[in-house]
């Protein structure tokens, strides 16, 4: 009699290691469920932020990757921009990417998100948080020097030149202006008259622009920091006709930029790669939700783009929105 | 790990494999799994390698619809920019207002048409529609539709996509064709290179919304090698992704497999004519092996559970063909014991309940017989009994008429006669017409005449006395019972006394018994021969009948049971006391029966 239970419960077992594979293979189902990543950058309108939106969406749309995009509306709403990160943390996304408005006012919103599980990944400009596992973004320090270099270059070493920035405290602005001063630097006859600061705001940086014009009559050079106040110091240099004597280096490559340098008003544009920003950073942030580690910084590069080199293929895709 | 094989391999000896349920149990599941393995394995490779073959040609039919849909976008742009050579040649003053709307008119015909223009060799404009202010700066002989163009006279080239900074408006990404034609200034015929920009978003449309799999998706190169269309461009300018491109370039028609990633894909490729375009379709192989490998979980789960259904409908099926088998030897076991009253119950497959139908059978023949044996041998042993017993009549008369012979030469006729008398009355009994079963009357007058010649004999050597109740007088008794035992007195008992015998017999009834009790005062016997004496181990030499005292305990034990029989009680020098147990049975009952 024993026996035969023997083979039913031989029998029985076997059912159930079946029962448990099938249960097994059920459950890998669930790694279908899409990841959620947060990107929060410092303005919700302009071409570069949609260029990096566009280069996220890419890698979210690749990755099988759910990216939810938020800014405030303008670079100076930084109390905007830490409320963006407490509701994020709230909504406890797989990983935030972080494009911060101000170094250090971020900081601790930063820490406070890792600390409730969530990695930060930080694009386009740094935040003071050690927590942060990866930076994606040009070197801006160097594309500061770059900037001085080429400015230099056309003005001569003894030139009077102007600093149009964007937003004092945001790091990327102030590593552009410590690249470009730092170059300066190293010629005596090179003299940073004015330094002004627009909120990436393109009527101020126009505003600002025209009366750094009339306050330093023989300014050699403008180099303005970001795309905004780029628009807006070329609108200024080109209505003033200033152009005529003018060295103007740009940040960034709005068409209305793209215009100006192919009419020479403009000299040459820092231009960094912000669909590779978009990209890498959705891309390293899925790596860092999955737990795998991910390189401390990730540099996108910057190029130097003026008249001689703007139609080159490799530029075309780089400078021109591509068609929507 | 030893014990571990040890205990794998002992392990079939241990389950007793010879069991006709593992037997059955194993063969079942053989055979189902391998068949349903080959099975299995049968459809998986066909389903397999037509699931890749659709793959496949699905791939080459999209890439084919592409390259096509492709053809036929080319061929109408070429069409209008025949008919844009055919006017610019058709009029003779070129910049008039009637020409210029003519070609306005062709070009806001299809939203896809940006420009036309047609500049001289040395870069100056001749024309444009619509007409805007050319930029300035725009290196216009460096670019390579320009070059192109003026390379190739009469054929019409296309330029990989670019931008299009002629004409102060917008930057466009454009698709240029151009040739050099020769056109009609004033009545004068000059070379000129004519530009046809076609907006990028029409092939970017036609080719965005293929998809091959999840992953995979197609692009364009030009004959060049430089990009037309690719999903990611940007990424590959960037120095993110990368395209493999040369032996796309080798190839003009057909698909092959790169590993160049790092990631097996299938890249299949189709050229468009008359641009030599190239379209190339990506494709995943790990995509195209997920039907595979959903078949191989599918085939795998179904071969789990369909061996686990084997296991359980063999182990099921061999339990109740076993089953049954198992009962029967349980009964053939109890038989072995010796309970020949253990029927099988019948149930079970027709073949088994017919085998225990015929077990049972047998088993009731088995029990008859036995009993039968029993009887037979009963029978047989009584005929013997009997036949002893007949045998003490020659040996008894041959011993009493020598005694007579004696007592008449002595002419003591007195005790001739009473010897003759009770000798007549003896042999009377003995022969009761042949019943076994006589009065307890008769038996006593019987071992009364017995006793009678043996005083005689023994000249008065003992004494003796009968007595019984009446009631025990009155029933019946097995024949030939008394007499042995009264032999076995006065022979053993008392024939080696010093003094007079005396042997007394009495009988009764008590309850349902008759017991009747011989007794002596003679020697008696010593503990060694009464113990024997009953078993007939120990047979008395030198007796007279040689009937034992056994075969008359044997006797009543046959006919009444073994609850009836003798007793003995002895005690040396003091005597001999047998005691017969029969039943109290009237004797017209007996009769009757």
């Excluded at chain 2, 006793?451 to 024949?479: D, M, T, Y």
């Amino acid at each position: 009699m024993s026996r035969h239970k023997n083979w039913l419960l031989a029998a029985v077992c076997l059912l159930l290691v079946t029962a448990g594979c099938s249960s097994e293979n059920g459950e890998l189902g669930k790694e279908g469920k899409e990841p959620v990543i947060d990107l929060i950058v410092k303005m919700d309108h302009g071409d570069y932020w949609n260029t990096v939106r566009m280069g996220a969406e890419v890698a979210a749309k690749e990755y099988n990757v759910n990216f939810k995009f938020s800014a405030p509306e303008n670079e100076n709403d930084i109390a905007g921009q830490i409320s963006q990160m407490e509701q994020a943390i709230k909504e406890k996304p797989d990983a935030i990417i972080l494009s911060a408005t101000d170094y250090m006012a971020l900081a601790q919103v930063t820490d406070r998100a890792s600390y409730a599980g969530i990695p930060v990944i930080s694009m386009d400009s740094e935040v003071a948080s050690t927590k942060v596992k990866s930076y994606i973004g040009a070197n801006n320090y160097e594309a500061g020097q770059k900037a001085a270099e080429r400015l230099i270059k056309l003005t001569g070493p003894s030139a009077q030149i102007g600093i149009v920035n964007f937003v004092q405290g945001a790091r990327n602005a102030d590593q552009r202006e410590e690249g470009f001063t730092d170059y300066a630097a190293r010629f005596p006859g090179v003299k940073i008259v004015d330094t002004v600061y627009c909120g990436s705001d393109e009527a101020l940086a126009y505003r600002l622009t025209l009366e750094m014009l009339k306050r330093f009559p023989s300014l050699d050079g403008i180099v303005a920091m970001n795309a905004e106040a780029s628009i807006g110091v070329g609108r200024a240099v080109n209505e003033s006709g200033a152009a005529a004597h003018l060295q103007l280096i740009t940040f960034d490559n709005p068409p209305e930029m793209l215009e100006l340098l192919q009419e020479k008003k403009v000299q040459a544009m820092v231009v960094q790669n912000a669909f590779s920003n978009g990209y890498l950073a959705v891309v390293t942030a899925l790596k860092a939700a999955r737990g795998e580690s991910v390189e401390e910084r990730y540099d996108t590069g910057i190029k130097v783009i003026d008249l001689e080199n703007m139609l080159w293929p490799e530029n075309q895709k780089l400078l021109f929105p591509f068609v929507k | 790990m030893r014990d571990g094989l040890k205990w794998l391999l002992t392990l079939p000896r241990r389950l007793h494999v010879k069991q006709i349920q593992v037997i059955v149990t194993l063969t079942i599941m053989f055979v189902t799994v391998f068949s349903v393995l080959i099975a299995s394995l049968m459809l998986y490779n066909k389903f397999s390698s037509s699931a890749e073959e659709n793959t496949y040609l699905n791939i080459g039919q999209i890439i084919e619809q592409v390259s096509s849909n492709l053809e036929l976008y080319v061929g109408g742009i070429q069409d209008i920019f025949e008919i844009l050579e055919k006017k610019i040649d058709e009029s003779g003053l070129l910049g008039d207002e009637q020409t210029q709307n003519q070609l306005s008119t062709i070009l806001e015909t299809r939203a896809d048409l940006v420009s036309a223009a047609l500049f001289k060799p040395d870069g100056s404009l001749v024309l444009n529609v619509p007409a805007v202010a050319l930029r300035p700066n725009t290196k216009l002989q460096e670019q390579s539709w320009f070059v192109s163009a003026q390379k190739n006279p009469g054929t019409l080239q296309f330029s990989p996509p670019h931008i299009q900074n002629l004409f102060k408006w917008q930057y466009r990404w454009v698709v240029s064709l151009s040739k050099q034609i020769v056109y009609n200034d004033h009545g004068q015929k000059k070379p000129g290179v004519l530009v046809l920009d076609v907006n990028f978003r029409t092939i970017d449309e036609l080719s965005h919304r293929i998809s091959l799999g999840k992953k995979g998706y197609i692009y364009i190169i030009d004959p060049q090698g430089n990009i037309v269309y690719h999903p990611q461009q940007q990424l590959i300018y960037a120095g993110l992704k990368y395209e493999n491109l040369e032996p796309v370039l080798n190839y003009a028609y057909g698909s092959y497999e790169d590993e160049s990633t790092g990631e097996k894909r299938i890249i299949t490729i189709k050229t468009v004519n008359p641009t030599g375009w190239r379209v190339v379709g990506v494709s995943y192989a790990d995509e195209i092996m997920t039907t595979k490998k959903d078949l191989n979980t599918f085939i795998f789960r179904f071969l789990i559970i369909a061996i686990a259904l084997v296991l359980l409908i063999s182990v099921v099926v061999s339990y109740k063909i076993a089953q049954p088998i198992r009962k029967l030897e349980r009964s053939v076991k109890r038989i072995e014991s010796g309970d020949f009253r253990a029927l099988v119950p019948v149930s079970g497959p027709y073949e088994v309940e017919q085998l225990f139908k015929r077990f049972n059978l047998m088993l009731r023949r088995i029990r008859e017989l036995m009993d039968q044996i029993i009887h037979e041998q009963e029978a047989k042993r009584k005929s013997e009994l009997d036949a002893l017993q007949a045998q003490i009549n020659p040996h008894f008369l041959y011993n009493t008429l020598n005694a007579m012979t004696r007592l008449a030469e002595m002419g003591r006729s007195d005790e001739v006669v009473t010897t003759i008398t009770s000798l007549s009355k003896f042999f009377r009994i003995s022969l009761s017409q042949g019943n076994n079963i006589i009065p307890l009357r008769d038996e006593l007058e019987h071992v009364r005449h017995y006793l009678v010649i043996q005083k005689i004999r023994f000249k008065n050597k003992f004494e003796f006395e009968i007595e019984a109740s009446e009631e025990a007088l009155g029933c019946s008794c097995l024949k030939l019972i008394l007499q042995p035992l009264a032999e076995n007195a006065v022979y053993h008992g008392i024939e080696v006394l010093a003094e007079t015998g005396h042997i007394r017999i009495s009988a009764q009834v008590a309850g349902d018994q008759l017991i009747i009790t011989l007794q002596d005062n003679g020697i008696g016997m010593t503990e060694e021969v009464l113990k024997g004496i009953l078993s007939g181990e120990k047979r008395v030499k030198g007796s007279g009948s040689g009937v034992g005292v056994h075969n008359v305990h044997e006797r009543i034990r046959l006919y009444y049971g073994p609850d009836y029989g003798l007793s003995y009680e002895s005690e040396l020098e003091e005597g001999t006391a047998v005691t017969i147990t029969l039943p109290a049975v009237k004797l017209e009952e007996t009769m009757e029966g």
